[in-house]
């Protein structure tokens, strides 16, 4: 998730761990180290499908993590020289802090490779936006209620901040609820219309969990959706967008298209533009603007031709958010494409 919600996460298992024992040192490295795995995002692989693919892999493996904790614990005892008593202690608010973070990133749709280096499963659910303040408000409120009731007492209070995690915590089971609502009702109309589908994925839209996109993919086209779970209407309304996997033929072993490939676990659409072949993730964004997509290849006759990998601009709309809050109240306001079926 975004930096601001690790560092509150990291921040409250810090706070509960070893707040009352150390005070605020613990919020403090609970903070830092709530950052750590998202520093891979500073090292250059020299290729943009590189970046993208292999950011929480190595860094977000709760394998290696795990094992760096006691060096963090390490590091942290000599800097403010305390006992090697305290160690223990270091030691769990560590790996707690560490693991938490990629064990939350699972819940957004990227992928992280929990296992590796044993397993490279990017592993995703995909039941909660990459920013929401629904989750991270909570995270925030009990340490804030926590610095000020500090101040007024002798002991430090342990409940606030109980409450915040326990409130995040039950944010992140009602978005499971929410998309399993979802995706019983779009799998209930798919099989309804009669419209045979290869893969189905529902995401939450941007920073709440109320209005899901639908994406279903077929081999040649793909179908777009929107369900909110204030809708009242019993029918799903899906756009269809072609695109051609044919184009990638010849080029299959090409590392770039093998890699998004298998990265996007199949959410991906193949076109030709501007003389080249693009993929693009159709995970994250929604149609027509999505985050990731990549030049592949030289569209030449007959046969395409592999180039090093080029990452597109990205082409997002703030505008769409506002949409996106009219939308959650009225079923009616549907985004509107020119190749609807």
């Not at 298992?13 to 891979?40: I, Q, S």
């Not at 709760?62 to 006992?83: C, D, G, M, N, Y």
């Not at 109309?189 to 969990?209: F, K, Q, Y």
């Not at 072949?277 to 290849?297: C, K, Q, S």
């Amino acid at each position: 998730m975004d930096s601001l919600t690790q560092i509150a996460l990291g921040a409250a298992v810090g706070e509960a761990v070893l707040g009352r024992k150390v005070g605020n040192k613990a919020v403090v490295w609970g903070a830092v180290l709530g950052t750590v795995p998202d520093l891979d995002v500073f090292i250059p692989l020299g290729d943009p499908v590189a970046d993208f693919t292999y950011h929480r892999s190595f860094s977000h493996s709760i394998i290696v993590l795990t094992l760096i904790s006691p060096a963090f614990a390490w590091l942290i005892l000599k800097f403010h020289s305390q006992p090697r008593s305290a160690f223990g202690g270091w030691w769990l608010l560590s790996v707690l802090v560490l693991v938490t973070h990629p064990l939350l990133d699972v819940f957004t749709v990227y992928g992280t490779q929990l296992l590796w280096p044993l397993d490279d499963t990017p592993y995703f659910v995909s039941s909660v936006f990459i920013v929401d303040p629904a989750y991270t408000a909570p995270l925030l409120a009990g340490l804030g209620i926590t610095f000020l009731l500090t101040r007024q007492r002798e002991r430090r209070p342990w409940l606030p901040n109980a409450l915040g995690l326990t409130l995040s915590s039950a944010y992140l089971t009602w978005g499971l609820y929410a998309k399993y609502e979802v995706e019983s009702f779009a799998r209930a109309e798919l099989d309804r219309h009669g419209i045979s589908h290869e893969r189905l994925l529902t995401v939450p839209t941007p920073a709440n969990t109320l209005l899901w996109r639908i994406l279903v993919m077929g081999e040649e086209t793909y179908y777009e959706g929107f369900r909110s779970l204030l809708d009242r209407g019993e029918t799903l309304q899906l756009h269809q967008i072609e695109h051609d996997p044919s184009l990638l033929e010849g080029i299959e072993d090409h590392w770039p298209v093998e890699r998004l490939r298998w990265f996007t676990n199949g959410f991906y659409s193949v076109t030709a533009r501007d003389g080249a072949i693009i993929i693009t993730d159709l995970r994250m964004g929604h149609e027509p603007n999505y985050v990731f997509a990549f030049r592949v290849a030289r569209a030449d006759d007959p046969v395409p031709t592999p180039i090093e990998a080029e990452q597109l601009p990205m082409d997002l709309q703030l505008g769409e958010l506002s949409w996106v809050w009219r939308r959650i109240r009225d079923e009616h306001t549907e985004r509107r494409h020119s190749d609807d079926p």
